[in-house]
């Protein structure tokens, strides 16, 4: 086996920088892809200017609630800045929040406590305005309870900022409408850093393709003119051809869990063991699998072209870029890893196949 | 010794050989001749184990190739007609891939000694660069790695220049006389045959065959 793979290195030492062009590819495109979306995500978020005109706890939490909302970009301003950047069509729109917002809250008074400045060109202000009274509503809402629940409670006297301080703790742990999903013991991720396609899911888009491209040693191993000394060596045909499959496999699962590191460190993706198992299996269900749909060719340049259109398949029944029916999980490939299960049936049907490749003519070249 | 006795090949009912008997000896240099078609490439094949006769035995050092092929392929060196060499490897690559993949584990000196011995000196250069008469060297060299007692030569010299033509044939001059191989050797050259070889096994369409004498004072076998 030492002995394959050192002729194997051989091959790989004369393709140095084709090898680690397929071989990082995941890892660059899925970086670049993401980088690059978050950019737009940036970039086409509304931008809204804020004017903050009372200093109090109720003005300042209803500013940072509008500053959290991943979809709004907050420019703080004055008034007579939100005026002329809306009429210069700068700002989306602006909204001040009046002197005496926390007064008239507290006192649920809900009328003219925020006055808004949009342009016939504010296409998000409808939105946006109506995420601002929704959290002012909110703000007047529990107010209003507060002072039911004080003249409703004889037996304890609760005060305004008690109750409120109380349903604000309520609110954080059992918020469901604003509860993002996450791993056991990992951090919760902040809703500004969602992406807008899954890291792991374009990783492994890209890791179908390289590993297809990668594979194309098999077809040129087969139809190489070495072929006529394979009867002399000391190796069957089929026990060399696993044999080079091992430092492959090696290689790709070093640069794999490279990629979970440069994610981890990046993309604040959260690196789990069963991210590393499901990661493994999908690896050796990529490895059979390539192997396989390449040993069914002789035209390399027909391989090729086979292959980026099966990526392309892969895109577009994965789900990864375009949001796909459910009904298509049992054809993909990627289904198990993004799921990040370990079993998959592409790799039982991989591995069968493979035992059986292996079992079949064997004794032609013995 | 290669023993072959009544050796029938036959393909849907056409016979290509037909009850075909010799014997090679340690240090024998046999040419294999006859027309195009007439079954040259089969018996080469029959002998390197790669086809099954119809009909007949072949022994090596008594072991049948029926029984013990795996065994009987560590003995035969095959030289195949086509260059059978990665061509974008050096020669050095090329003897050390076929070196890790070979029965017999030969040091990168040993390597570039046989080569050498061949007189394939341009060891770091790579195949595609090399003339025609350089890479027949080195697919001949390549199946000298594993030190083989039998050495089946399909037209090693088709297309090379005179000069390489006569190294490679002192070579294996060399490699019979002296380190006693049996080698045997198909060309189309009868001039070359005539210089190199013992005695020459000929075969037809009509599926004669007979063995001529040509220096080694070995009487004439059979026609």
Same mark, same amino acid.
């Given at each position: 086996m030492i002995s394959i793979i050192r002729t194997r290195l051989i091959h790989w030492k004369k393709q140095p920088f084709s090898l680690l062009f397929w071989l990082i590819l995941p890892i660059l495109a899925t970086l670049a892809i993401q980088y690059f979306t978050s950019a737009i995500q940036e970039d086409s978020k509304v931008p809204v200017g804020i004017v903050l005109e009372e200093d109090t706890e109720l003005a300042m939490n209803l500013y940072l609630a509008i500053k959290e909302n991943p979809l709004i970009r907050v420019y703080d301003v004055t008034e007579e800045e939100a005026r002329r950047k809306v009429l210069s069509h700068k700002l989306d729109s602006a909204f001040v929040i009046e002197e005496g917002y926390e007064e008239n809250v507290k006192k649920g008074s809900r009328n003219q406590i925020i006055t808004s400045y949009k342009s016939d060109l504010s296409f998000a202000y409808t939105p946006v305005s109506q995420t601002i009274i929704s959290l002012v509503q909110e703000d007047t809402g529990r107010s209003k309870a507060a002072y039911t629940v004080i003249n409703l409670d004889n037996e304890r006297s609760w005060t305004w900022e008690e109750i409120i301080q109380t349903a604000n703790e309520i609110q954080k742990e059992e918020n469901l409408l604003h509860t993002t999903f996450s791993y056991a013991s990992s951090e919760e991720k902040k809703e500004n850093q969602i992406r807008l396609w899954n890291s792991w899911g374009v990783w492994a888009i890209f890791s179908v393709l390289s590993a297809l491209m990668l594979a194309d040693w098999v077809i040129k191993e087969k139809r190489s003119s070495i072929k006529p000394r394979f009867p002399f060596i000391r190796f069957t045909y089929k026990w060399y051809y696993m044999g080079n499959l091992v430092p492959y496999? &090696?290689?790709?699962? *070093?640069?794999? %869990?490279?990629? &979970?590191? %440069?994610? @981890?460190?990046?993309?604040s993706e959260t690196?789990?063991?069963?991210? *590393?198992l499901s990661m493994l299996s999908f690896r050796m269900m990529l490895q059979m699998g390539t192997f396989l749909f390449a #040993?069914?060719?002789? @035209? %390399? #340049?027909? #391989? #090729?072209? %086979?292959?980026?259109v099966l990526t392309l398949f &892969?895109?577009?029944i994965s789900g990864v870029i375009i949001p796909m029916n459910s009904s298509w999980d049992v054809i993909n490939p990627l289904n198990a890893f993004i799921n990040q299960e370990v079993i998959s049936g592409y790799l039982m049907l991989f591995t069968v196949l493979l035992i059986i490749w292996l079992m079949k003519g064997e004794k032609r070249n013995a | 010794m290669l023993k072959v006795e009544s050796l029938a090949k036959s393909y849907r009912n056409k016979v290509i050989i037909d009850d075909i008997s010799f014997t090679i000896n340690k240090g024998d240099i046999v040419g294999l001749v006859g027309e195009n078609g007439a079954g040259k490439s089969t018996l080469l094949s029959i002998l390197a184990t790669l086809k099954k006769p119809t009909?007949?035995? !072949?022994f090596l050092e008594d072991k049948s190739f029926d029984h013990s092929k795996k065994a $009987?392929?560590?003995? $035969?060196?095959?030289?195949?007609?086509?260059?059978?060499l990665w061509e974008e490897f050096t020669? +050095? +690559?090329n003897m050390i891939f076929f070196e890790q993949l070979s029965w017999v584990n030969r040091n990168k000196d040993e390597l570039r000694q046989l080569c050498v011995d061949m007189k394939l000196e341009k060891w770091k250069e790579p195949v595609h660069s090399l003339s025609g008469g350089m890479k027949r060297k080195l697919n001949l060299a390549i199946s000298l790695i594993h030190q083989p007692n039998l050495l089946l030569l399909d037209e090693p010299t088709v297309g090379i220049d005179l000069k390489s033509k006569t190294e490679i044939g002192n070579y294996l001059h060399t490699l019979a006389k002296k380190q006693q191989?049996? !080698?045997i050797y198909t060309s189309h050259d009868m001039e070359e045959i005539r210089q190199l070889c013992d005695y020459v096994i000929v075969i037809g369409k009509d599926t004669f065959y007979k063995e001529i004498l040509l220096k080694s004072g070995k009487p004439v076998l059979s026609f």
């Open positions: 496999t &090696v290689l790709f699962l *070093l640069i794999d %869990l490279t990629a &979970v590191m %440069l994610f @981890n460190l990046l993309l690196i789990t063991s069963k991210l *590393l #040993y069914c060719f002789r @035209n %390399l #340049y027909f #391989y #090729y072209i %086979l292959s980026f &892969v895109i577009l | 009909k007949g035995n !072949i $009987i392929r560590r003995e $035969i060196g095959y030289v195949p007609q086509d260059l059978a020669v +050095e +690559e191989k049996m !080698i």
